[in-house]
Structure formats: C-alpha cells, structure tokens
C-alpha cells in the first residue's frame, strides 16, 4: 500500500465512524419524527365564559372519518358559541398521541374528545385529564379501564364487521374463500370489525376464512396483497378490508390484477374515492358510520359533562351497508363523511 | 485527467467499471491471473451478485414451495407494478448515496409533489392529457423545490444531511397538510384513471416510467463525467475539490435529481390511487435506503450500482409477495429483511477488512 492510499485509508475510516454514528444517531430520531407534524385545524367559535374549549384529538389527521368527526363536532360547537379545536398526529401513533394529550391538558382545555390510538397504551394520559378535572369523551373507541372516560361514543364494530361478512357471502353465492386486510393489531375498533367479519362468515359451511394481512395504513401495501391474494389463490372469492386505506388499495390492486368484479370487494367507511368506486361498480358494498353525528353527540356530551349534567356512559351511533345501488338514496347519503366541512 | 484517473483507482477500487491496469489491493492478490479471471472475480465479489443470488434464491424457494401460485406472469406483473414507485425513488438516493450523502426526506415529498401536481389539475379545472403532463411538470417541479432546499442547507449552510433531510422531512409533509388542511386530495382528473387502467406490452405505464429512470440513471452514473464525479465526491470530498470538482455545484445537483425524482413519484403513486394517500408514506425513505443497501450501495461512498439497487428493491418486494401467497404470518417478513440487511452489510465489512489487510 503506496504511503497516499493509507492516508485515504485512514481518512476513510475515520470518516466511516463518524457518518456510522451520526447514521444511527439519526434513525433513532427518525422513527420519533417521521409522522409527527402535528395539524391543528382549529376552528374558534364565539367566546364563552363559563364553559371551557373543547379539543378533538383524532388517531391521525388527514383521515376522511375522523376529519368528518370534527366537521360535525365544530358545527355542533359552533351552534352553542362554544371553542373548539382539533390537535392529531399526521400517522396512527401511540407515543405521539400521548405527546399531544399530554400538551392538551398542559392548555387546560374544559373538555377533551378523542378517538384513542391504543385502548391500554392511553389510560395512562388520559388518567392525567381526568386528575386536571378535563371530562373526556370517547369517540369510537374505550379504554380497557372503563372509569377514565366520562361517555364513550362508538358506532357497534363487531355489528358493522357481521354485517360485511353477511353481505359478502350474498355476493359471492355463500361459497369459496375470503380475507381481510386491516391495518394493524392492537386496535379494538379494527378488531372487532375483523372479528364480526370472521364470525359471520364462519356461519357458511362452504367459506373459508384466509385470515387477516396487516398494511400498517399503507395504502400501496393494501394494493400489494390485494392483486397477490388474488391472482395466486384461484378460491379467493371475496376481501374484506376495514378501513379506508386499505379499500381504497385493494380497489387498486383488484383493478391492476385484472380481477375487478371477479374477486368481490366490501370496505368499511368511505371516501370520495370510495364513493366513485361505488358508482362504477369496483367496490360491491361498504359499512358506513356516522361520524358527523357522533362529532356533535361528543361536543353535545362535553358541554353537558363540564356543566355537571350526568351522560350516558356508553352511546352508540347507527350504521348502513352501502352498495352501488342505494348510496344515492337520501337515507344512506347522510351518512356519507365530508372531510371539507363542506355541510 | 490523469489527476482524477489516479484517485479514483485509489479510491473506488470496487466499482471502478472496467477492469484498470493500476494496482488496487484486489487486483495485486489476482495479479498472476488474466484480465479476463480478474473480471470475473471482481464481478463475483460484489454486493450487487450476492444479492442477486439472494434474490435468485428467494424466487426458487417460492416456486418450489408453491409452485400452482408464485411463479406466473400475473404475479410477477404484481411484484412489478408494487416496486416502480419506490424503483423511481431509489435511482434518486442512489446517487446521494454515491456521494456519502443522505436523503430521508423523499416519502413527505413524493406526498408534496403528488398534492401540488393534483391541486394543479384541479385548479386547471381540464380533463385531457395536457392536464396531466402540466400536473406531472407541477410535481416534479415541486419535488425539485425540495430537493433545492436539501442541497441549499447542506451546501451552504453545512447541515448534515441526515438532519437536513430529517427536518425536510417533516416540513414537505407539514407544508403538503397546510395546502390541503390534513385531507386527501381525492379528486384527480378522468385522463388519469385512464392512464392508471391502460398498459403497454401487458405492463403498465408505471413500470415503464420506472424502467425509463433506470436506464437514465444507470447511464448516466456509469458513463458520464458527471456520475464519476459522484463516486469521486463520496469517496473523499477533500480530494475531488483538490482536483477541480466544484463539489458544492455536484451535491446541489444530486439533492435535486433525488428531489425530483421523489416528485414525480407522487405523481406516479397519485396515478395508481387517484387520491393523494398523505398519511401513507412516512416509511418509504427508510424501505427505499433498506434497498439500495442491500443493493451494494455503500453508506459511506463512493460505491454504489443503479443495477445493484433494482436487485436490493426486489429483494423486499419478492419476499412480501412470496410471504403473503403461502399466506404466512405477515410479522416474519419485516423480521426476515432486518436479518437479510444486516447479513449484507456484514458480508460487505468482511470484504473490507480483508481488503485493508491486503
């Protein structure tokens, strides 16, 4: 080795424990601030003297759901001149929606509504609005310790899950094989739809359930093992997908695949998009809450909360399975969200 | 010339393209052998080989293990399709990489640039093809403004990159919820549903944009002045500034292809989806480094292959696909490519230790 070659040598290596350190440096950071651009789509509404704001705390922003929860909430709010303001985390995180209820309740806020990213994971920060005096009420979803929440507000999942199962095995003649695709374990609102889907379909002798493929709200991923499930297993009849990414991705992966009406389709919530498959037909059907409606029940509910009034502790929203056929009928249109507030 | 020549025989032994007469480590333990052997054996060495016999590997086992459902044209165009968008944004990093350079803010820009492209053709308020070329010139030119940014604060005002990148990161996301207030953008034109449905040769137009990239960035990495100056740059800075490469002009230029790139990703990604998918996207930069690392791309410079990365890309993309059609448990796939990288990078250490020894 020339005497310039080991001097690029060891230039190159102290070089090479710098970049390692600051490489692992990094990806620790990373991981705590990839998703974390918190959006606050505040919307304040008269001044109230008495009655504290009201914060909405999503599992995510950008979600058509829970973006109608707040839509309905602000409406609502607004009506009774009361402050209301909507804090999330731009991914579906434990630890960032602990770092924003932890921020909330540094605000001192009258009362807090949230849909909970973990029913264990949040006991702990929501216990700590609870010590402060912040009423909480729940939106789709409790907490494994149920005195933390004042009312939890929750459309029924193992229902709505039975009720695709139900219609997909309708759809495909009560024969052949089915799978889901869900986000992620953990959540009891998703696991009570897989739940209800897997329980329903275990009522036909002739269907087969494949099982559940998690895509972490990663829409490509969605697509992935909708256009794979369905070109290399030829009894694959029927995907259940439960929640909006994951329709939207299996839309697009049927659709790639060539599959499209052949492998029947039922999602759960809507979209736009999820609507404009309804009207050509790539999408058979979807369960439909009604966020709006609970997003004004949970600002109703607050307001009694902070003014000592007693709330039901458990309230329920009703839901309807959409199909190409009757989403536009006045009946099942109420329930379609409207993430631009636009009602 | 013969300046540049020396360091990069120097320096770049390992990816140096042609088979140099100088003397690197490699060449002096082979150099009773004939140029031929010594091709081959530094072909047989390299990252980009192991992985391919890696990924050779993979497809066998799933054939073998379901032979009526893995290996067909429908689903390899399945796998295909899956890997074009993170393909497009792979080339990008492969040349910041090249330079020791870092870029882990492309996933909140393929989000920005696909939601400027679709606000754009919203805003046009047309439906035809122009629409759409003018929104894929909107998102690109959006990805670029990014990847100016980068190369801005890592240039000029000496950031780290992986801070630099880190802080674009959250920002392109920030900035792309600002411009739509949190909520996807779900209402693309016609023209681009149509585009999304249509194929060329059985294949869609994705992977033929993707494959377009490819070549483009393959040549232009291996056979331009500009690619060798990106291996000089990421082997050692100080000694391509001392033989006249404007390094700061270089590492600006390759911030932005990768920018760019990451732009027109969005598009690509909104073409499929026809919504903007905002929320989607905060693990791409880490899966498309996974890749072009497990493609033989060195995390410290100077080595690096375009070739390398499509084979580190279809690595993951070929286990997910093969995992999910034996329908095993889906939690052993992200286990099975965290042992798989590191088995890379360690193979890749070894080579170096018994290189220096050399």
Known sequence: MTHHQENESVKHMNRRIKIGSTVAAGLLIISAVAGCSSTSTGTAAGTSGKIGKIVYIPGLTGNPFYSTVSCGASGAAKKAGVDFATQGSATFDVAKQTEIVNAVVASKPGAIMISI???KAMIIPLTKAKEAGIPVIGIDGDLEDESVMVSNIQADGIAGGELAGDALAKLV????????????????????????FAKAISKYPNMKFLGIQYSANDTAKAASFASTVSTTNPDLVGIFSAETNNTEGAITGLREAGKTGKVKLVGYDTSDPIIAALANKTLDGTVVQNPRGEGALGVTSAI?????????????????????ENYTTDNVKQYIYDANCSA | MSNIDELKTASTDATAPTASSTATPLDTVGATMSPRSRTIRRMTSSSPFYMSIVLLVLIAVFSIVAPGAFPSIANARNIITDASTLMVMAVGMTFVMVAAGFDLSIGSVLVFGGVCGSMAMTWMGTDNIGTVLVGLLVSMLGGLAWGLFNGFVITRLRVPALIATLGSLGAALGVAQIFTNGNDVRDVPLTLIHISTASFLGLSYLFWVALVVVIIGALVLRTTKFGRHTYIVGSNEEAARRAGINVRRQLMMLYAISGTLAGLAGMMSLTRFATTTIGGHSQDALTVITGVVLGGTSLYGGIGTILGTVIGIFIPAVLQNGFVVMNIQPFWQQVAIGLILIGAVFIDQLKRRARDRA
């Open chain 1, 304 to 324: 009694a909360a902070m003014k000592g009034e007693k709330v039901k502790r458990q309230q329920s929203a009703a839901q309807v399975f959409a199909t190409p």
């Open chain 1, 117 to 119: 990213t973990d029913p």
């Open chain 1, 173 to 196: 003649g009560e024969k052949g094989s089915v799978m889901t695709i869900d986000n992620a374990t953990g959540s009891l609102v998703s696991k009570a739809r897989t739940d209800g």
